[in-house]
């Protein structure tokens, strides 16, 4: 069983705050500002750039890869740790389209992050042999996945709303098409069970920074199904990719495997925080999670519902088909969370109208989706969201 | 006057060593320290989400971007941090062809680092529009100029002999053919003064984790022509490169300027340490840099040349020919650098058999010149590079 209360334990949160933002950036695991000193003051500052080896700097893409492999159903080699999801999206959906031969579509939804779209439109373009990006409805996109299909890119979990895509049986279909596949699991790695093996998901990608908990920007992750790690040919090369890093070679060979998929030297500093921070997950069953989120979730909606009639649920109702967060509309979200913020329960708000929690069993508890939704319950009955100094906005909203 | 006695003490040096390595990873400033402290603590345990707006995350590579074009002679909005230098180098190549028109031969140089070439090669082979990429020997770049060349891609700096393109020449006699041009200022931010304003380069990126001093693997940075930026769509998009990142638009619209160039969240506990790093360079005229670094080198080659007649300067003797590194030839390298690390001097290996030491004047003095020059002699005289002890290789040399 696994001991949430050491989890929470394990994080150093702001007195007086319920945070339900994790999905947006996981607060700061206290193993992660140990790890972050250490390596400032001993391993840059004193080993300079023996750190290299001493301090096992370039292992680090590998290590923190496996880490996150065993939260997302991948074997062991099969991940790796490195620049930005977007850079790791553009990486995956080029090798992807390598691996799948003449076909032009690559087949995409309206509910996945805008950020994942415009690496594939310029992605696109700037390959030049004509590929178009096909954007349907979330809920046709199982009727649209046909012969014509290069690649299915999705994100598994809404950002707005939560909504699961069920990864399993589109990939299936995708593959008895002889489609391809790319996962973002961005809202996934960490929030839910991820089985990449089992549903047989060719390449994936995830953020390091939300349920992972590696700190602002911390590094994203590629997976890349092993028997198609060696046909890839990287259209994103670099040293750190290269077979023989250090023989400088003037010509290209790709390491083995995943590993392939390095490219430039990695933001160490950041990279060993979400080690640390993965950490955290030892000992975490992610059943034990999915329930809890559940739990967390479900009481959320009922308390929400029955305090605060002026919201409207905008997530699937059925924890099944939902990620591990909740969003409700209102056409004053962006005020209303300002003031619900204002009152110490964090959530965030994505335009149009959507306040979006998100519920994270590593360090939130009942207590404390009780007090957020007593809090909303005070936002709405007391209209704090119609105050002038909660409309402002911020430039990241 | 520059007062370097100010600038090393910006910097926490180990006792005792002769830091002659800051071209391949920098020391750490004081001032980095207490910055990743701080955005630790304070902007991600206790803002969390709100950093992005209070602890000015956003603006990062804007802010970091300004502070390098300070010292690469551009100007402000034309520079921008974020991604590794080879990432870097993949968007300027691709965006550099996208405005070179049907020209197909991309010319570079045999002495640039691997993995510039080898971003090259994978990006021209994933465009697949028959685009080579023409490798000569340095000494030929000049004459392999012709208007069969889309794009001219060079290394200002050889990281092995230190040997100095000419920029402003160069780029000139591109221009006059109607090439692009794509400089890799790597081993020059901060080495010498570079004028991209006044050269009219096209494209340039480089490092902050060498000269910069930003830490491991320290975010990179890319520079556009301001003449050429609105007309650059990149290959590699995200949405902090979008015109409005939070509107979550599914269309791609790029941002103003250089910050179309910006793609996903940058890793900010890396960005951070390297914003700190760069205010040690207040006050410092990249003038009263290079003087000192040429004082500091040529003293090493008379030195070194003095005391150890088994070495063989690598790097071409006149110092306007060169950046701020020195390298040594010695077939036995690998070992005599092992010993003359044991022995408190630090320099680096190239294979196959290169001894390179670079000269940093922000925290590197003529002592330390002597001192260095003292241990290869003793390393050489008492043949310690012959010890078992130092020949065994190291993952990362």
Not at 59 to 88: F, H, M, Q, W, Y
Not at 121 to 146: C, F, M, N, S
Not at 212 to 220: F, R
Not at 334 to 346: E, N, P, S
Request: aromatic share 8%.
């Amino acid at each position: 069983m696994t001991d949430f209360t050491a989890t929470r334990a394990a994080f150093d949160l702001p007195d007086g705050i319920v945070y339900l933002d994790g999905n947006s950036l996981g607060p700061l695991p206290r193993a992660a500002r140990e790890r972050v000193a250490r390596e400032v003051e001993v391993s840059w500052g004193r080993m300079l750039i023996r750190g290299w080896n001493e301090a096992g700097w370039m292992d680090l893409p590998e290590v923190v890869g496996k880490k996150i492999g065993r939260l997302v159903g991948a074997p062991t080699g099969s991940v790796v740790a490195g620049d930005s999801t977007s850079v790791n999206l553009f990486k995956a959906l080029t090798a992807a389209l390598d691996l799948s031969g003449e076909r032009k579509v690559v087949l995409s939804d309206s509910g996945n992050f805008p950020t994942d779209l415009y690496v594939a439109q310029q992605a696109l373009a700037a390959l030049g042999r004509g590929h178009v990006l096909k954007i349907v409805a979330p809920e046709e996109v199982d009727g649209a996945i046909d012969e014509t299909v290069a690649v299915l890119m999705l994100t598994q979990v809404d950002y707005r709303s939560g909504r699961l895509h069920d990864m399993a049986a589109l990939t299936a279909k995708a593959h008895a098409a002889g489609v391809m596949t790319v996962w973002d699991l961005a809202h996934s790695a960490g929030a839910l069970p991820v089985d990449l093996s089992g549903t047989g998901a060719d390449f994936a990608i995830g953020c390091g920074y939300k349920y992972l908990n590696g700190g602002p920007g911390a590094p994203a992750f590629i997976y890349v199904r092993p028997e198609h790690a060696e046909r890839v040919s990287p259209a994103l090369a670099g040293w750190m990719g290269h077979a023989a890093p250090f023989a400088f070679d003037l010509g290209y060979v790709p390491a083995d495997g995943v590993n392939r998929m390095r490219v430039g030297t990695p933001p160490i500093l950041s990279m060993a925080s979400l080690d640390a921070a993965l950490d955290v997950w030892d000992g975490v069953s992610m059943a034990d999670l999915r329930a809890r989120s559940i739990e967390l979730s479900q009481t959320f909606i009922a308390e929400v519902e029955a305090r605060c009639p002026q919201l409207t649920l905008a997530s699937p109702r059925d924890p099944a088909l939902r990620g591990s967060q909740v969003s409700f509309a209102f056409a004053e979200g962006y005020a209303a969370m300002q003031a619900a913020i204002a009152h110490g329960v964090v959530g965030d708000f994505r335009a149009p109208d959507i306040m979006r929690f998100g519920f994270t069993p590593l360090y939130v508890g009942l207590d404390d989706v009780v007090r957020a939704a007593e809090v909303l319950e005070r936002v709405m009955g007391e209209r704090l969201w119609d105050r002038p100094e909660f409309k402002q906005r911020a430039k990241v909203t």
